[in-house]
């Protein structure tokens, strides 16, 4: 079965980077596409981008381009997402997803990563 | 970038009534419209793809209909365990984006 398993919680101070990583099981990694969603405190989802687990094609959102940074080691099957210039706004669980059935619906989700922003 | 509204922001409804939750686009999205069901405190679940597909071990009492840009989650004889924030959600156009949610709590 399809599973992502999320990295642990984090705290930063605004100015700082984060790191989150998502790492994959149950199908063929190489083949698919791996989201990143966010969701502040109380908010809807935000879409951040995604990036295809076999060629590392990337696709980030205008709102986040120049501070995130998708990337996978095919290897470990894993994919990871960066976020730079931290602000308090950047509070938020972080989860990953992907889909196997060739739709544009996010089939799995991983557990979530909350980031937590705070000087 | 295509804007979701969805109503109502908020249900109480008692089991076994029907509940009807509105997506609109602000622009055409075909059929790219998809509904989640997020309980507090866990991640997303995938309920309907593409505007009216089932996904996979979704109970029948879950269903979609719609193209455009209106969309209608429907769910038939709610039980207690619907209680849930319900998001639908467009991979027409970039940037993807998400309706702000629909609240549906039990009586």
């Known amino acids: 079965q399809v599973q992502l398993v999320q990295s642990g919680a984090e705290v930063k101070r605004p100015g700082a980077s984060v790191k989150v990583s998502c790492k994959a099981s149950?199908?063929?990694?190489?083949?698919?596409?791996l989201y990143w969603v966010r969701q502040a405190p109380g908010q809807r989802l935000e879409w951040m981008g995604w990036i295809h687990g076999g060629n590392g094609e990337t696709k980030y959102s205008q709102k986040l381009q120049g501070r995130v940074t998708i990337t996978r080691d095919t290897s470990a099957r894993t994919t990871y997402v960066e976020l730079s210039s931290l602000r308090s706004e950047d509070t938020a669980m972080y989860y990953c997803?992907?889909?196997?059935?060739?739709?544009?619906?996010?089939?799995?989700w991983g557990q979530g990563t909350l980031v937590t922003v705070s000087s | 970038e295509i804007v979701l509204t969805q109503s109502p922001d908020f249900q109480s409804v008692t089991p076994k009534e029907k509940v009807t939750i509105t997506c609109r686009a602000s622009?055409?999205?075909?059929?790219?419209l998809h509904w989640y069901q997020q309980k507090a405190d866990q991640s997303p679940k995938l309920l309907i793809k593409?505007?009216?597909q089932s996904f996979s071990g979704v109970p029948s009492r879950f269903s979609g209909s719609g193209s455009g840009r209106d969309f209608t989650l429907t769910i038939n004889s709610l039980e207690a365990e619907d209680a849930a924030t319900y998001y639908c959600h467009q991979s027409s156009n970039y940037p993807f984006t998400f309706g702000p949610g629909t609240k549906v709590d039990i009586k």
């Open positions: 149950g199908y063929t990694f190489s083949n698919y596409v």
């Open positions: 593409d505007a009216s």
């Open positions: 622009q055409s999205i075909g059929t790219s």
């Open positions: 997803s992907t889909a196997v059935a060739g739709t544009g619906g996010f089939e799995y």
